[in-house]
Nanobody, 117 residues
Framework: VQLQASGGGLVQPGGSLRPSCAAS??????MGWYRQAPGKERELVAA???????NYGDSVKGRFTISGDYAKNMVSLEMHSLKPEDTALYYC??????????????WGQGTLVTVSS
């Protein structure tokens, strides 16, 4: 399984970014993004299931929108109204569900998002 993320960068507060991630090598059932800021634990940003259900971290609700194309195994994250506290390494994550008890997680290399004036 390979994941290739792109689209991070430096943006001013209030700005927008749209990172995306392409996955290959398997069939996936959940695709999403996590982030980790310096000195903090990794946290869920947003995820979308093959069935179209979405889940967002509380701090990004109303500002970020996740979209997944399971035919192409691509997931993107539209980020608006960015704040300095959104600064973090953003990791693409995909999940293959083998059974309800066995799920395989795969992680991308991380793309840096910096929100600063």
């Amino acid at each position: 399984v390979q994941l290739q993320a792109s689209g991070g960068g430096l943006v001013q507060p209030g700005g927008s970014l749209r990172p995306s991630c392409a996955a290959s090598g398997s069939i996936f059932h959940v695709m999403g993004w996590y982030r980790q800021a310096p000195g903090k634990e990794r946290e869920l940003v947003a995820a979308v299931t093959r069935g179209g259900s979405t889940n967002y971290g509380d701090s990004v609700k109303g500002r970020f929108t996740i979209s997944g194309d399971y035919a192409k195994n691509m997931v993107s994250l539209e980020m608006h109204s960015l704040k300095p506290e959104d600064t973090a390494l953003y990791y693409c994550n995909v999940v293959r569900v083998i059974t309800p008890q066995l799920k395989l997680d795969y992680w991308g290399q991380g793309t840096l998002v910096t929100v600063s004036s």
